[in-house]
């Protein structure tokens, strides 16, 4: 028999533990009660998959700010361009974040048929706005300038505001009337603080304000923050480019200490899930069931997951 001669008793023991895994350690995992995609962006992906089969079709700008969701709607030879001049297909379709008068009206200047997959929640924002100019107000957007809904929100407007932060009120000039309203994705808190703001400094002016974050957007809100509350660890999951999911990491934040915004499981990364009892879940309105899925089974593929 082949001896290690002087090894110690114990020596083949010690390096047989040390080729066996490191035991899993015992997480829980939570999803927040309301999470991932929203009605709006369910319709207006099965409208334009519908729409595809029967004419070809190009959707108008990003229909979700998701990569995902995209390449699988350009593997179907749905067409996607920033410009209706660069539209060859007979047919162009409008994004769930809508669109202006303006811009529908450059499309079909163009020859095009323009199909629209604008989410409702979203054309009520563009008929309160038109309400408030209507009636005298001079309309304020609380929401991301540049953002594909609010350029829709703002394009037909002769005059407006878009605001974010504090210093873009302060930017604001005196009017009799300001009429508020907001982009649908953003946090409600915000806006109210803004509109409280605005009234702070225009105290002579009409403040009024009428709340155009949708219904989804405030539930997927609520649920976050209680999520990161019971959580050591959030993982949000999301398009980079996407406005509600970057909001949504922001609200976890306020308390968690440890929230990871990322775009699928593969951007997961073991290290941040260290001394962590209880790892949250979360997800933007545009994220696909399938990504966040993934996510949950990659941490299922790390730990042993308890329930209590
Ligand atoms: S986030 Fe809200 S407004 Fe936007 S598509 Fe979804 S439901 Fe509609």
Not at 51 to 66: A, C, F, K, W, Y
Not at 118 to 129: G, N
Not at 147 to 163: N, P, Q, W, Y
Request: glycine letters at 6%; charged letters at 25%.
């Amino acid at each position: 028999m082949n001896t290690i001669p002087f090894a110690p008793s114990n020596f083949v023991m010690q390096s047989e533990l040390a080729m066996l895994e490191p035991p899993r350690r015992a997480v829980r995992i939570l999803r927040a009660n309301h999470l991932g995609m929203c009605f709006g962006v369910r319709d207006a992906i099965s409208l334009a998959v519908e729409e595809s089969r029967r004419q070809p079709l190009t959707i108008l700008g990003e229909l979700v700010h998701n990569e995902s969701v995209m390449s699988d709607l350009r593997a179907r030879g749905i067409g996607i361009e920033e410009q209706a001049a660069a539209v060859r297909t007979p047919a162009v379709m409008i994004t769930a974040h809508g669109a202006s008068e303006q811009a529908m009206e450059r499309a079909r200047s163009h020859g095009l048929q323009v199909l629209q997959a604008t989410c409702p929640l979203v054309h009520y924002a563009h008929r309160v706005i038109e309400q408030l100019v209507r009636e005298g107000f001079h309309p304020v957007i609380v929401g991301q300038r540049g953002h594909v809904e609010v350029r829709g929100l703002t394009e037909d407007l002769a005059a407006f505001d878009v605001v974010l932060t504090e210093e873009d009120v302060r930017q604001m000039t005196e009017r009799p009337r300001f009429g508020v309203a907001s982009q649908t994705t953003q946090p409600v808190d915000k806006v109210r603080r803004l509109v409280e703001s605005i009234r702070q400094l225009f105290p002579r002016s009409e403040v009024r304000h009428v709340d155009t974050v949708c219904q989804p957007t405030k539930q997927r809100q609520t649920s976050a923050l209680d999520l990161a509350r019971q959580s050591d660890v959030v993982v949000v999951v999301g398009g980079a480019h996407s406005n509600n999911t970057r909001e949504l990491a922001a609200t976890c934040r306020r308390d968690c200490a440890r929230v990871h915004h990322v775009q699928g499981a593969d951007d997961l990364r073991s290290e941040w899930f260290a001394g962590a009892a209880t790892v949250g879940i979360t997800a933007g309105t545009s994220t696909p069931d399938a990504i966040i899925d993934g996510v949950e089974n990659w941490l299922r593929s790390q730990f042993i997951i308890h329930n209590s």
